[in-house]
C-alpha cells in the first residue's frame, strides 16, 4: 500500500523459466520431489546418492534432465485478461492473517501460474552395468527405477501453493532407450520401453495395495466473491 492509502499488486514470480523463457520444471526441483516421494533407503542412497555426518559419500547413478514446455493450455475462464502467449496467467490474491484465519489487510498480491494441461518433456539416465535388453540385471534395474517414479504415475506435487492444489504433475508416457558398450560392434541400443512400462504398471499396483486413503480436499472458485458458512465451526475451533 502507497503512502496515500492506495492498494498495489505485488508481482510474485512462481513460474521457473528456462534459457528460452518459457516455463520449465528445474532437474533439481523434479529429482528432489522424486526423492522425497521415495520411502526405500537403500534405493535413496544408491540411485539419489547420500552424504554421511563426515560430509563424504557417493553421487547417485540416477541424472535427471531439465523438463521444457512442450504444449500450453489457455488460461481459465474467469481470468480472461491476465492469459499470456506462454501459457502462464496472473492471479490475484489477498494474503491470509495466520492468528485470525482471515484476509490480512493491505496484502495484496499477485501470483503467476501456469494453466493445467501443459505438457512438459524431460529425460532421466540411469547409469548401469547391463550389456544388452537379454542381461538378466535389466529387470532388476526397471523395477528399481520404475518405484522411484511410480509417484508421478498417480500425479506429484510441486512447487509452490501445493495445499491449493497447484504444482500437480503427473507422468503420462514414457520412452526408454538402453545404450551399452559391445566390445566387437561398439555402442548399441535398443527400445526398452516395453519393458519399463510393465515395471511401471507392477509398481503402481504395488503402491495401490499398501498405500493408505488418500484425503482429497475441495477448492471452490467463483467468478465473484462468496463466503461459505459453516453451523458448527465454533465447537471446532
Known amino acids: 500500500q502507497t503512502s496515500d492509502g492506495e492498494d498495489i499488486l505485488v508481482e510474485v514470480a512462481e ?3 528456462d534459457a528460452r523463457s518459457l516455463p520449465c520444471i528445474p532437474a533439481t526441483t523434479l529429482k528432489g520431489a522424486l526423492r522425497a516421494a521415495c520411502k526405500d533407503e537403500s534405493l535413496i542412497a544408491d540411485l539419489f546418492g547420500s552424504i554421511n555426518a563426515k560430509d563424504t559419500g557417493s553421487a547417485g547413478r ?18 480472461p485478461d491476465a492469459s499470456q502467449t506462454d501459457g502462464t496467467f496472473a ?3 489477498t494474503a491470509i492473517d495466520r492468528k485470525r484465519g482471515a ?12 494453466a493445467a494441461g501443459a505438457g512438459f518433456r524431460g529425460s532421466i539416465e540411469l547409469v548401469t ?8 540385471v535389466l529387470r532388476t534395474e526397471l523395477r528399481h527405477l520404475a518405484h522411484v517414479l511410480a509417484p508421478l504415475q498417480q500425479g506429484l506435487p510441486l512447487g509452490k ?8 504433475i503427473k507422468l503420462v508416457a514414457v520412452e526408454a532407450s538402453l545404450v551399452w558398450f559391445d566390445p566387437t560392434e561398439g555402442y548399441k541400443e535398443a527400445d526398452i520401453s516395453d519393458l519399463l512400462g510393465q515395471a511401471l504398471q507392477q509398481a503402481q ?12 480436499k475441495l477448492r471452490l472458485v467463483a467468478e465473484t466473491m462468496y463466503t461459505t458458512a459453516d453451523p458448527d465451526i465454533k465447537n471446532r475451533l
Not at 495484496?108 to 501460474?113: A, D, E, G, Q, V
Open 129 to 136: 552395468t547391463v550389456q544388452g535388453p537379454n542381461d538378466p
Open 161 to 168: 501453493r501445493r495445499r491449493h492444489g497447484d504444482g500437480r
Open 15 to 17: 513460474v521457473s523459466r
Open 91 to 93: 492471479r490475484p490474491a
Open 103 to 114: 484476509v490480512a489487510a493491505n496484502k495484496l498480491f499477485r501470483s503467476t501460474s501456469l
Open 62 to 79: 540416477m541424472r535427471v534432465g531439465l523438463s521444457t514446455l512442450k504444449s500450453k493450455m489457455a488460461a481459465p475462464d474467469w481470468l
Open 205 to 216: 499396483k504395488s503402491i495401490e495395495a499398501t498405500s493408505p486413503p488418500v484425503i482429497r
